[in-house]
């Protein structure tokens, strides 16, 4: 009997339907043992899930809770939804690493980050910053997403950051990205005069101004261009990129070479610290293949294909059926 007079019984649930073996089926036990040992009344407790197989173990814990089985990847907005309707119960979300990583990563991301984008205008978006002032006089409390560091750990190749107001920059920076075979990010700082441009806002054309740290200068040599224009090798990198142009970023951090992922990470989140707007290459990699290359497509676009190469005939087809039924 536990603190509350009950047996652990009384916090079993439905016979399991997974696979003997799953690790599932521990984990639930692990669960109900901690409510059980923790003296905590089922009837206070609500299991929220989404879709998957370990979506479906709240129904093999605890039938006297609460429960909740969402659609699949949406058990943080639900969970939410429950949790502010009565944040007296306890709450457990239950959600697999596909249905938080994969089809509900965006719902997971902003469960975290617990941010409200419903309408468009004059309001935080989830990349102001902590400080940044409204119009109206408002504050912003919640950290930005960065989504040149998101970018950066998530696997695109060439990653960087420049401003509306900086022709020279903005200009180099997407001829390379034009160059670039692979994914880009680049996250371009372009301040909104109707709403976003008052003194307090950190995009404002004043803000920006005033707080634009280049990393590094970026240069742009098309292919037809003559790459023999004299640079200085202790200060300069020269990036060659797939279709011959070249990327030459002069350094303007000594210290930060743009090859170097971790330090491209803590070098945004350092600069969120101290309010800086870092603008520039964070990282390149041209190494790396890109997707219609991993996916080790035929030199013909598809799309040009003639039916008779992109479509099994009948007889295969019909095989085929035959081969799955
Ligand atoms: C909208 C939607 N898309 C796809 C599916 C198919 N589907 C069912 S479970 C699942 C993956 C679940 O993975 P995970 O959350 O890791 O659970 P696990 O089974 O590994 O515990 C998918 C893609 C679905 N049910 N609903
Ligand atoms: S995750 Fe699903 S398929 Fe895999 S062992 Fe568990 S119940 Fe079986
Ligand atoms: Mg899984």
Redesign the pocket.
């Known amino acids: 009997m536990n603190s509350i007079g009950l047996e652990i019984l009384d916090y079993r649930g439905g016979k399991s339907t997974l696979c003997a073996g799953c690790g ?1 089926n521990a984990i639930s036990e692990r669960i109900l043992e901690a409510f059980y040992e923790m003296g905590v009344p089922p009837e206070r407790v609500m299991k929220m899930s ?6 479906k173990t709240p129904a093999y814990f605890m039938s006297r809770s609460f429960s909740f089985n969402s ?3 949406r058990m943080p907005s639900v969970a939410t939804g429950a949790i502010l309707a009565n944040k007296t119960m306890k709450s457990i979300g239950i ?6 990583a ?2 509900g990563v965006g719902q997971f991301i902003h469960m975290l980050r617990r941010g409200v984008y419903g309408l468009t205008k004059g309001q935080f978006s989830a990349t102001a910053d902590i400080g940044s002032k409204l119009k109206t006089g408002v504050i912003n409390d919640l950290p930005p997403i960065d989504v040149c560091a998101l970018a950066i750990q998530m696997g695109a190749t060439f990653i960087g950051r420049s401003f509306s107001g900086d022709k020279k920059q903005l200009s180099a920076m997407l001829k390379a990205a034009i160059a670039h075979k692979g994914t880009v990010l680049l996250d371009i700082i372009s301040p909104c005069v109707t709403f976003n441009d008052h003194e307090g806002s950190t995009k404002s054309y004043k803000y920006m101004k005033e707080h634009d740290e280049m990393v590094n200068e970026t240069g742009f040599i098309a292919p037809f261009e003559d790459i023999s224009v004299e640079y200085d090798h202790d200060t300069t990198v020269d990036i060659q990129m797939h279709d011959g142009s070249h990327l030459r970023l002069r350094k303007i951090r000594e210290d930060y070479a743009p090859t170097d992922k971790t330090a491209a990470v803590k070098m945004l989140m350092d600069a969120h610290e101290k309010g800086e707007v870092l603008t520039g290459v964070f990282y390149i990699d041209t190494n790396e293949l890109d997707f219609a290359s991993r996916l080790n497509l035929v030199d013909e676009p598809l799309a040009s294909l003639p039916q008779e190469r992109v479509r099994p005939s009948r007889e295969v087809f019909a095989e085929l059926m035959q081969a799955h039924r």
């Not at 959600?95 to 938080?100: Q, W």
């Open positions: 599932h989404g879709i998957g197989c370990s979506s659609v699949h990847g959600s697999g690493d596909g249905d938080t994969s089809i």
